[in-house]
């Protein structure tokens, strides 16, 4: 049981240049997100997904999509890569009912630097 | 939509004392309170979350407490070790609407041995 798997852990990019970041979860969560972290400023959300085949913006979408491939894979596209988009990006998983509920897990984050 | 205070951002302590740390919300309708502890370059891990139905909840060495009337919650920490160093977030969610939590900006506790 790996909980949520993000990959990768470390990435350089050129302006303009695009990537994807993987997330996938083996809990069987609904809801699944993506937030990025910088310095003072906390964990801001970015898109959110409460179910297979739904998405949704969160506080700062703009720059970025994201696709809920199935039920444990939910991934976060850069299609043209800006220096404000440098951040550590973390992934994570949440359900409404059971043991776990509403309680966030999160992956190993990613840090991400645009030169 | 939800608004989310913490304060201080910044706690340094001899080991030994208490730390508290407080966070404030807007939305009244915010019925879910979580805390959550990131050790450097690791990942967020929730260490203790309240809700509204009750004033306060203990695991072992630390508290939330939440004061709905005036809509602030905070963490408190007893006899901190330096393990307890670490950047402390609180959230506010609403179950019975977007469940989306809200974070606090993060508070960096910096325990002294």
């Known amino acids: 049981n790996a909980g949520v798997t993000q990959t990768p852990k470390f990435q350089v990019l050129k302006t303009g240049q695009s990537m994807t970041l993987q997330c996938a979860q083996d809990m069987n969560h609904n809801s699944m997100y993506w937030y990025r972290q910088d310095p003072g400023m906390g964990l801001r959300l970015i898109y959110y997904?409460?179910?297979?085949?739904?998405?949704d913006k969160g506080e700062v979408p703009n720059g970025y999509n994201v696709s809920r491939l199935n039920k444990r894979e939910f991934s976060l596209r850069l299609e043209s890569a800006a220096p404000s988009q440098t951040s550590v990006y973390f992934c994570?998983?949440?359900?409404?009912?059971?043991?776990?509920?509403?309680?966030?897990?999160f992956g190993s984050g990613t840090q991400l630097s645009v030169l | 939509g939800e608004n989310v205070e913490q304060h201080p951002s910044t706690l340094s302590v001899q080991e030994g004392d208490s730390a508290v740390i407080k966070c404030t919300y807007s939305?009244?309708?915010?019925?879910?309170f979580p805390w959550y502890k990131q050790e450097l370059g690791k990942r967020p891990q929730l260490i203790i979350d309240i809700r509204s139905n009750v004033g306060e909840k203990k695991d072992q060495r630390i508290a939330v407490t939440l004061n709905k009337t005036a809509k602030h919650f905070s963490l408190h920490i007893t006899e901190t070790q330096p393990e307890d160093s670490a950047v402390y977030f609180c959230a506010a969610s609403n179950s019975g609407g977007s469940y989306i939590p809200t974070f606090g900006r993060g508070t960096s506790l910096i325990v002294h041995p």
């Open positions: 997904s409460a179910s297979e085949g739904t998405t």
């Open positions: 939305d009244s309708a915010s019925n879910y």
């Open positions: 994570a998983s949440s359900d409404l009912s059971g043991d776990s509920y509403e309680k966030l897990f």
